[in-house]
C-alpha cells in the first residue's frame, strides 16, 4: 500500500502550519530546527502540532511517537513513519 503523503508533502504541510497556526517566520524552519529552542514552542504548543497533524494525516499520533521529537526532520520522520 503506497502512501498518499510524499515526504515534500508533509514538509510543505508542516512548515505552513508552523508559519500560519505558530507565527513563526518562514526562515527560521529549517529541517535542523530545534522546535524548542530554536521555534521557541512549549509543550502546549507539541500538543497543538500533534493535534494539527493528525487532523492532516487523519491517523492518531502516540504521544510516545512525539516525545523523541526535537527537530522539524524528526516530526517528519515521525509523520513519514505513521502515513506508511
Do not use: C, H, W
Not at 19 to 34: G, K, L
Not at 52 to 80: C, G, H, M, W
Amino acid at each position: 500500500m503506497g502512501s498518499e503523503f510524499t515526504r515534500e508533502d508533509i514538509a510543505k504541510e508542516l512548515k505552513d502550519i508552523l508559519v500560519e497556526d505558530f507565527e513563526i517566520d518562514a526562515a527560521r524552519i529549517t529541517p535542523d530546527a530545534n522546535l524548542f529552542e530554536d521555534l521557541e514552542f512549549d509543550s502546549i504548543d507539541a500538543v497543538d502540532l500533534a493535534v494539527r497533524l493528525q487532523d492532516y494525516t487523519q491517523k492518531k499520533i502516540s504521544p510516545n511517537n512525539f516525545k523523541q521529537i526535537r527537530t522539524v526532520n524528526d516530526v517528519i520522520d515521525a509523520i513519514e513513519e505513521l502515513v506508511k
